[in-house]
């Protein structure tokens, strides 16, 4: 029998989380089951639970991965030397949500659910750390090339910084989930004259 190779077993576990996504995007975290993964993937129970334990490890994997495509754009922001500024690392984290409307839907739920599963909170402690850490480095690279605007020098302008950032994209994120007349370049706009730059 031929041996299955890691990149197939990936590819797999990527159908797998696609389908999840457009469960729990469909019915919320609560509502979808593995039935309705089931449904969406048009594999077997058995070909899923091969590879996640549970609807709560999917839903942890399904986190992980909405929010590392959000880091990997912002990290390659800077790879042509200049880095990004506040407004243009939140654009672009917001950007992303906006243009994979599944992706803000969960995240909004994954926060929800944060607050009372200990496993979800887990997880979502570990993906918060990447998120940080990105926009940490991106914030300290911006700074680093704008001394006048960071007298106490980058790392310290980013730290302060990064509070004020996370939550302009968590407030993007509630507000286009909950609100129904809600304006993306709007907010945005706002954004941009309070953010240093």
Same mark, same amino acid.
């Given at each position: +029998?031929? $041996?299955?190779t ?6 797999r ?11 729990f995007?469909?019915?919320?975290? #609560? ?7 089931v449904a969406?993937?048009? =594999? ?10 549970g ?14 495509r959000?880091t990997?754009?912002? &990290? ?10 506040p407004?243009?690392? %939140? ?5 992303? +949500?906006? $243009?994979? %409307?599944?992706d803000?839907?969960?995240?909004? #739920? =994954? ?10 909170? *887990?997880v979502?402690?570990?993906?918060v750390?990447?998120l940080?850490?990105?926009?940490t480095?991106? %914030? #300290? ?6 001394p *006048?605007l960071?007298?106490d020098?980058? *790392?310290?302008?980013?730290?302060l %910084?990064?509070?004020? +950032? +996370?939550?302009?994209? #968590?407030g993007?994120?509630m ?5 129904? &007349?809600? *304006?993306?370049e ?6 941009a ?5």
């Amino acid at each position: +029998m031929p $041996r299955v190779t890691e990149a197939h077993r990936e590819a797999r576990r990527a159908q797998i989380r696609a389908a999840a996504l457009r469960a729990f995007t469909a019915k919320g975290y #609560q509502r979808a089951s593995i039935s309705d993964v089931v449904a969406e993937s048009g =594999l077997s129970a058995g070909a899923i639970y091969g590879h996640y334990d549970g609807k709560q490890a999917l839903f942890a994997a399904v986190a992980e991965e909405v929010l590392s495509r959000r880091t990997t754009e912002i &990290d390659a922001a800077g790879d042509d030397g200049v880095p990004p500024s506040p407004i243009e690392v %939140l654009t672009i984290l917001t950007g992303g +949500m906006a $243009r994979d %409307l599944e992706d803000g839907k969960v995240l909004v #739920q =994954l926060w929800s659910e944060s607050t009372v599963d200990p496993v979800i909170h *887990d997880v979502v402690q570990h993906v918060v750390v990447d998120l940080r850490n990105v926009l940490t480095a991106a %914030l #300290q690279a911006w700074f680093g090339a704008r001394p *006048d605007l960071a007298p106490d020098g980058p *790392d310290a302008a980013a730290r302060l %910084l990064l509070p004020v +950032m +996370m939550g302009l994209g #968590q407030g993007f994120l509630m507000q286009r989930a909950l609100l129904d &007349d809600f *304006d993306p370049e709007r907010y945005l706009t706002a954004a941009a004259a309070v953010l240093p730059g």
